[in-house]
């Protein structure tokens, strides 16, 4: 019997702050990874699952961008980008629509020089500039690394990309699905709880607080209410500074209620349910850097 359907797995990879994420979220149709103008957003390997009964299956794998690490926390998300590389069927190199390469992105050339993975050049932002500009966009990386293609598209306005869908299909394998038909990601409700948090203060913060927070949920449960079901989630914003605690909270509790009521709302619509969130605050100093702490925040390596 012949095999019709195909199934892999693809990477998405770049400099933080392209679009991946949203990207992610626009080709699955939900919202799965925490998306946020500021860099770092994405600390894990997030993997979502795209399903089509007559082509296959894609299973996508969200890396953290690929920057130069300040501290164990860095190091954890450059490798992790890094690692996946070479165990994909398919790289997906999301950039800017700028026509000169710089050195971040010239550190990527030389991290894809070393793989044989076919990667799909994705040009993200496209309804920032003028169609003109994007053929010398096209060239300069033409130029730089030999593309198996190359996709112009904008993630936030879905233009463009069901062709990258199709052009995906195209270099997986055939094989049997991954993961059952109705599967979204293979992320525990708890870490998507948990970073819906983190992407709520992410937005409501200073630049320098954001980096240095992590969220951890302490308790998780649903219950049955006068209403329908409730569910009962008690987190904990970690931070490393007695100052940034302060800013947390926030006058009154202000801002902790404002971080609260964003990601309850979110977390509603995850969990088709009311939630009844409890959030609070605690300091521990340069956690970053320590592999306890980083292993007991849920950044730790995959075996």
């Known amino acids: 019997m012949e095999q ?12 933080p702050n392209v679009g991946k994420s949203t990207l992610m979220n626009h080709l699955i149709g939900q919202k799965i990874a925490i998306t ?4 770092q957003t994405t600390r894990n390997r997030i993997r979502t699952v ?10 996508f ?19 992790e980008a890094e690692h996946t590389l070479s165990e994909v069927d398919v790289v997906l190199w999301l950039i800017e629509p700028q ?11 030389e991290r894809l020089a ?5 990667v799909i050049l994705v040009i993200n932002k496209i309804d920032t500039i003028k169609k003109e500009e994007i053929l010398a966009v096209i060239d300069a990386y033409r130029q730089a690394y030999a593309f198996a293609e190359i996709v112009p598209l904008s993630a936030l306005r879905g233009q463009n990309t ?26 525990p409700q708890r870490q998507i709880a948990a970073e819906l948090i983190r992407e709520k203060a992410l937005h409501a913060l200073d630049e320098e607080i954001p980096h240095g927070i992590a969220v951890t949920i302490e308790r998780m449960k649903r219950r049955r209410g006068r209403e329908g079901a409730v569910t009962d989630v008690d ?69």
């Open 235 to 303: 987190a904990t914003i970690i931070c490393e500074k007695a100052s940034h605690k302060g800013m947390i909270i926030g006058k009154g509790g202000s801002m902790l209620k404002k971080i609260g009521t964003n990601a309850r709302f979110e977390m509603e619509r995850l969990l088709e349910c009311r939630v009844n969130l409890k959030l609070w605050v605690k300091v521990k100093k340069d956690w970053r850097d320590s592999d306890y702490l980083l292993k007991n925040f849920g950044y730790q390596e995959e075996r």
């Open 36 to 39: 946020s103008k500021k860099p």
């Open 4 to 15: 019709t359907l195909k199934s892999g797995f693809v990477t998405l990879i770049g400099r």
């Open 114 to 118: 070393q793989v044989h993975t076919p």
């Open 162 to 187: 069901q062709v990258l869908t199709d052009l995906i299909f195209q270099y997986l394998p055939y094989g049997p699905m991954y993961y059952e038909e109705d599967t979204v990601t293979d992320q």
């Open 61 to 79: 794998v969200d890396t953290p961008g690929i920057h130069k690490a300040k501290n164990k926390l860095g190091e954890f998300m450059v490798h």
């Open 99 to 109: 026509p000169s390469i710089g050195a971040g992105d010239r550190h990527i050339i």
């Open 50 to 59: 795209y399903t089509d009964e007559a082509k296959g299956q894609i299973v």
